[in-house]
Nanobody
């Protein structure tokens, strides 16, 4: 009933930029928190950035000042603008959304992931 689909990953040189998008679709009543996580090979999945439905944002220390999360509630979409990318940012990036499908309780949905590779 609900799908969460990411786009925008790819290969970029160090210092470059990428913009990730994540759109939720289906029988959505409302969306609470939305966020981006990433998982590098051999490492645990970690929170990169999150944005609440009221607009409050949170960032991992490693990306503060370089990444910006935003959301368009009319489009059920969250974005991650990534600037000054570093090789350490290489990972699969996953979108996460807490979605209410009336009349059920909020449920966490994950996207399929998009690969971001930072390399010269």
């Amino acid at each position: 009933q609900v799908q969460v689909v990411e786009s925008g990953g790819g290969l970029v040189q160090p210092g470059g930029s990428l913009r990730l998008s994540c759109a939720a679709s289906g029988r959505i009543f409302s969306i609470d928190d939305m966020g981006w996580y990433r998982q590098a090979p051999g490492k645990q999945r970690e929170l990169v950035a999150g944005v609440a439905d009221g607009g409050r944002t949170t960032y991992a220390d490693s990306v503060k000042g370089r990444f910006t999360i935003s959301r368009d509630n009319a489009k059920n979409t969250v974005y991650l603008q990534m600037n000054s990318l570093e090789p350490e940012d290489t990972a699969v990036y996953y979108c996460n959304a807490v979605i209410r499908v009336f009349p059920l309780s909020p449920t966490t949905y994950w996207g399929q992931g998009t690969q971001v590779t930072v390399s010269s």
